[in-house]
C-alpha cells in the first residue's frame, strides 16, 4: 500500500517562511514527477509547484520568487521552501506524485495535506 506523508505546516506571521516535506513509500511504482498542490478556504484545488525526476520545475505564477521546490537525496522525497508569506497562501497543501515525467497534472498518489495558515 501506497503512502504518502507530508509535514512541516503550521501558523506564521505575513512574511515569514516554512519548509514543508512529503515521502513517498510503500507498495509504490516508480515516480518520476512530484508536486505541491494547495486548496484555500472556499477555492478549488491548484498545482502549486511540480518537479520531475530530471529536475525540471513549474510555479504557479502567485508564487514564482517566493517559493522552491526541490526533490531530496532519499527517493521519493520533495520539498517546498516557502518564502515571503502572505496571507493568500493560505491552505491545505497536498503532496502529490506521478509516474509520469509531467509537470501538468500529478495525481496517482496523494498525501492527507497539511494546513499552512498565513495570519498576523
Known amino acids: ?5 507530508e509535514s512541516g505546516g503550521g501558523l506564521v506571521q505575513p ?3 516554512l519548509r514543508l516535506s512529503c515521502a513517498a513509500s510503500g507498495t509504490i511504482f516508480r515516480i518520476n514527477a512530484m508536486g505541491w498542490y ?3 478556504p472556499g477555492k478549488q484545488r491548484e498545482l502549486v ?3 520531475t525526476s530530471g529536475g ?5 505564477d502567485s508564487v514564482k520568487g517566493r517559493f522552491t521546490i526541490s ?7 520533495v520539498y517546498l521552501q516557502m518564502n515571503s508569506l502572505k496571507a493568500e ?3 491545505v497543501y497536498y503532496c502529490a506524485a506521478d509516474r509520469r515525467e509531467t509537470l501538468t497534472l500529478i ?4 498525501g492527507q495535506g497539511t494546513q499552512v495558515t498565513v495570519s498576523s
Not at 500500500?1 to 506523508?5: D, E, F, M, N, P
Not at 525540471?56 to 504557479?60: A, G, N, P
Not at 526533490?71 to 522525497?77: D, L, P, S, V
Request: glycine share 10%; charged share 20%.
Open 1 to 5: 500500500q501506497a503512502q504518502v506523508v
Open 15 to 17: 512574511g515569514g517562511s
Open 38 to 40: 494547495r486548496q484555500p
Open 49 to 51: 509547484a511540480a518537479i
Open 56 to 60: 525540471s520545475t513549474r510555479y504557479l
Open 71 to 77: 526533490r531530496g537525496n532519499a527517493k521519493n522525497t
Open 89 to 91: 497562501d493560505t491552505a
Open 107 to 110: 495525481n496517482d498518489y496523494w
